[in-house]
């Protein structure tokens, strides 16, 4: 015989358990468009559309480039000096009557400083008939004395004959020559000393105190300047910028006797000078 344990706890009658959980409702996913059956063709108003927006816009091209409204009428050239500006304009291969849109500017530029004695040149369009050049011409700043005298600027280009003449007295360099095919001044070393020497002469305005006519380079170890006046001056080659600021202080405090002196020695930081006697 077996006996069976009751449990005393007995659930209520009419009780209902709880839960805890609860239950979302799901969310139902869009269909996905209907993909074109095979064969079949797409509608043709987007395709005629492209193609009215192309004629239109080939139209108005071709209508710009006929009008006489952007016809080329008036070329104008600015800060020209030794050329003119028939002479620019043909340079840069432009004439009046054309369009103005197809004209390409670059390569008017192109053709302009290929000239060596232009530095730089502006091209531009001015709607809607007008073309402007601004040139930046090279101005001569001493004469190389090889065989003859070639005229150069201040980065040692070597200029045309119609660049040669100038409004002012030109230094004579001395110690360099010319390479007719490439006008490339030698050798190098003397060239960049009267470069730089040219531009510090310029910059502490020293040709406004004395008249410098000759800049010799055949000696090494200096170089000497002939002023107007049997006048010497030797520098060392370095530093001609702190060389040239003693020169100034010396001449400004040379004055009325400034006639008399032959020599000045710039490579000293007490400046000997010699006098007439």
């Given at each position: 015989?077996?006996?069976?344990?009751?449990?005393?706890?007995?659930?209520?009658?009419?009780?209902?358990?709880?839960?805890?959980?609860?239950?979302?409702?799901?969310?139902?996913?869009?269909?996905?468009?209907?993909?074109?059956?095979?064969?079949?063709?797409?509608?043709?108003?987007?395709?005629?559309?492209?193609?009215?927006?192309?004629?239109?816009?080939?139209?108005?091209?071709?209508?710009?480039q006929r009008?006489?409204?952007?016809?080329?009428?008036?070329?104008?050239?600015?800060?020209?000096?030794?050329?003119?500006?028939?002479?620019?304009?043909?340079?840069?291969?432009?004439?009046?009557?054309?369009?103005?849109?197809?004209?390409?500017?670059?390569?008017?530029?192109?053709?302009?400083?290929?000239?060596?004695?232009?530095?730089?040149?502006?091209?531009?369009?001015?709607?809607?008939?007008?073309?402007?050049?601004?040139?930046?011409?090279?101005?001569?700043?001493?004469?190389?004395?090889?065989?003859?005298?070639?005229?150069?600027?201040?980065?040692?280009?070597?200029?045309?004959?119609?660049?040669?003449?100038?409004?002012?007295?030109?230094?004579?360099?001395?110690?360099?020559?010319?390479?007719?095919?490439?006008?490339?001044?030698?050798?190098?070393?003397?060239?960049?000393?009267?470069?730089?020497?040219?531009?510090?002469?310029?910059?502490?305005?020293?040709?406004?105190?004395?008249?410098?006519?000759?800049?010799?380079?055949?000696?090494?170890?200096?170089?000497?300047?002939?002023?107007?006046?049997?006048?010497?001056?030797?520098?060392?080659?370095?530093?001609?910028?702190?060389?040239?600021?003693?020169?100034?202080?010396?001449?400004?405090?040379?004055?009325?006797?400034?006639p008399r002196?032959?020599?000045?020695?710039?490579?000293?930081?007490?400046?000997?000078?010699?006098?007439?006697?």
């Open positions: 015989m077996r006996w069976l344990t009751l449990s005393s706890k007995v659930s209520r009658p009419g009780r209902r358990l709880r839960t805890r959980t609860s239950v979302k409702p799901r969310r139902k996913k869009k269909p996905p468009p209907p993909r074109p059956a095979a064969g079949e063709r797409k509608p043709l108003g987007g395709v005629i559309s492209v193609i009215i927006l192309v004629l239109l816009a080939g139209g108005v091209w071709w209508y710009f009008a006489r409204l952007f016809a080329v009428e008036t070329i104008e050239v600015r800060n020209h000096h030794a050329y003119s500006p028939e002479e620019i304009i043909e340079l840069a291969g432009l004439e009046p009557g054309g369009n103005i849109f197809p004209l390409d500017v670059a390569a008017a530029r192109k053709e302009i400083i290929a000239n060596r004695d232009f530095r730089d040149a502006r091209v531009n369009k001015l709607f809607p008939g007008t073309v402007r050049i601004e040139v930046m011409e090279r101005e001569p700043r001493a004469r190389i004395h090889y065989g003859r005298l070639y005229t150069i600027d201040d980065q040692g280009v070597v200029l045309s004959p119609r660049k040669s003449r100038s409004e002012r007295n030109l230094p004579v360099i001395r110690g360099l020559r010319v390479v007719d095919r490439s006008s490339d001044l030698h050798p190098p070393e003397n060239r960049d000393a009267s470069l730089e020497l040219l531009r510090e002469l310029e910059s502490l305005e020293i040709e406004s105190l004395i008249d410098i006519e000759e800049i010799s380079l055949v000696s090494s170890g200096r170089i000497d300047l002939r002023a107007a006046g049997r006048l010497n001056i030797i520098l060392a080659r370095d530093d001609y910028r702190e060389q040239l600021i003693r020169l100034r202080a010396v001449l400004e405090n040379l004055g009325r006797d400034l002196a032959r020599e000045i020695d710039l490579r000293y930081s007490r400046v000997p000078v010699k006098f007439q006697d």
